[in-house]
C-alpha cells in the first residue's frame, strides 16, 4: 500500500523559506513520476513542480527559480525547496506520485491527471 506523508509547512514571513518532504512507503515503481500539488482556499489544485525517475523536472511559472523539486532515491522522499516565498504562495502543499504508466514527457505540472497516490497535505503560510 503505497502511503504519502508530507511534512516540514509552517508560518514564515515573505522573502522567507521552507522544505517540504514527503517518504513514500510502499512505492517501487522503477520508471515513475512524482509531484508537487498545491491549493489555496478558493481556488483549484494546480501543479508546483514535477520530477521523473530519471531526474527531469518541471516547474509552474509562478515559481520557477525560487523552488527545486528533488527526490533521495535511496530513500524514497520527495523534496520542495521552498525560497523567496511570498503571501500567494499561501496554500496547502501536496505530494503526488503515479503508478509508472505514463511516458516521462507526460510528467508535467499540466497533467494532474497522471497521479494516482495523494498524500494528505502540509500548510504552508506566508504572511506580508
Known amino acids: 500500500q503505497v502511503q504519502l506523508v508530507e511534512s516540514g509547512g509552517g508560518s514564515v514571513q515573505t522573502g522567507g523559506s521552507l522544505r517540504l518532504s514527503c517518504p513514500a512507503s510502499?512505492?517501487?515503481?522503477?520508471?515513475?513520476?512524482m509531484g508537487w500539488f498545491r491549493q489555496a482556499a478558493g481556488k483549484e489544485r494546480e501543479g508546483v513542480a514535477t520530477i521523473t525517475s530519471d531526474g527531469n523536472t518541471d516547474y509552474a511559472d509562478s515559481v520557477k527559480a525560487r523552488f527545486t523539486i528533488s527526490k533521495d532515491s535511496a530513500n524514497n522522499t520527495l523534496y520542495l525547496q521552498m525560497g523567496s516565498l511570498k503571501p500567494e504562495d499561501t496554500a496547502m502543499y501536496y505530494c503526488?506520485?503515479?503508478?509508472?504508466?505514463?511516458?516521462?514527457?507526460?510528467?508535467?505540472?499540466?497533467?494532474?491527471?497522471?497521479?494516482?497516490?495523494w498524500g494528505q497535505g502540509t500548510q504552508v503560510t506566508v504572511s506580508s
Open positions: 503526488a506520485a503515479d503508478r509508472g504508466s505514463w511516458s516521462a514527457s507526460a510528467c508535467k505540472t499540466r497533467y494532474r491527471g497522471i497521479f494516482n497516490f
Open positions: 510502499g512505492y517501487s515503481y522503477s520508471r515513475n513520476c
